[in-house]
């Protein structure tokens, strides 16, 4: 389970919080290459749910299962975000937050979209 699960707006909130520090927010996106390359949250690293190792994220990532440093989870709208919530609490990674509304939310909300590769 995630550690929080927050709205679209709570997020961005954090975002610009955290841009206004000069700091950064850790976030993926675990939907599919074809999805993340038409639209995602500036920022957000690619792990495809379908390819998605929770102790090898975390290496990826630069985690350790003790960082307390969140890990922002998105999908498109909620459900495969909360399947890797739940595979990186299996892995002992305490501390992911879950975007509810995901990606579709974000452009719904008219926040700024990335597109292309990482």
Known sequence: MPKEVIDVQEFHQRLSR???????VLRIDVRE???????HVPGARLFPLSE???T????????TVDDPRPLYVLCQVGGRAMQACELLDAAGYADSVLVDGGTLGWANAGYDLAAGAE
């Open 18 to 24: 955290a841009a206004e520090q000069g700091g950064d």
């Open 33 to 39: 290459s074809g999805e993340y390359e038409a639209y």
């Open 52 to 54: 998605f190792n929770a």
């Open 56 to 63: 090898s994220t975390l290496a990826e990532l630069g985690l």
